[in-house]
Nanobody, 123 residues
Framework: QLQASGGGLVQAGGSLRLSCAASERTFSSYAVGWFRQTPGKEREFVAGTSWSGGNTDYADSVKGRFTMSRDNAKNTVYLQMNSLKPEDTAVYYC??????????????????WGQGTLVTVSS
């Protein structure tokens, strides 16, 4: 139900915009989170927003560089990533929770997950 896209190879300091598209027409009723994972590590929170958009949070490591936004008409949530660093290299996943009032949840709290998109930042 979720399709993540937009990953790729970029040099340090560059930008990418990830998209998370939903087939669900009521996607605006979902809290959405972005997570990332590297081999051998647990999935970590990157950014998240409540279903209403009233609460949005970012991991300290990406604050000031990453921005979430959503286009409810397109059933899509975006993650704009600027000033990318090699340590941002990971598979990025989007996740959705129906009527989630908090900006994010631990991974088991989400109802749906996208398939992941690989972001590689070269130094």
């Amino acid at each position: 139900q979720l399709q993540a896209s937009g990953g790729g190879l970029v040099q340090a300091g560059g930008s990418l915009r990830l998209s998370c598209a939903a087939s669900e027409r009521t996607f605006s009723s979902y809290a959405v989170g972005w997570f990332r994972q590297t081999p051998g590590k647990e999935r970590e929170f990157v950014a998240g927003t409540s279903w209403s958009g009233g609460n949005t949070d970012y991991a300290d490591s990406v604050k000031g560089r990453f921005t979430m936004s959503r286009d409810n008409a397109k059933n899509t949530v975006y993650l704009q990533m600027n000033s990318l660093k090699p340590e941002d290299t990971a598979v990025y996943y989007c996740a959705a929770k129906y009527y989630g009032g908090s900006s994010w949840y631990p991974p088991p709290g989400y109802d749906y997950w996208g398939q992941g998109t690989l972001v590689t930042v070269s130094s």
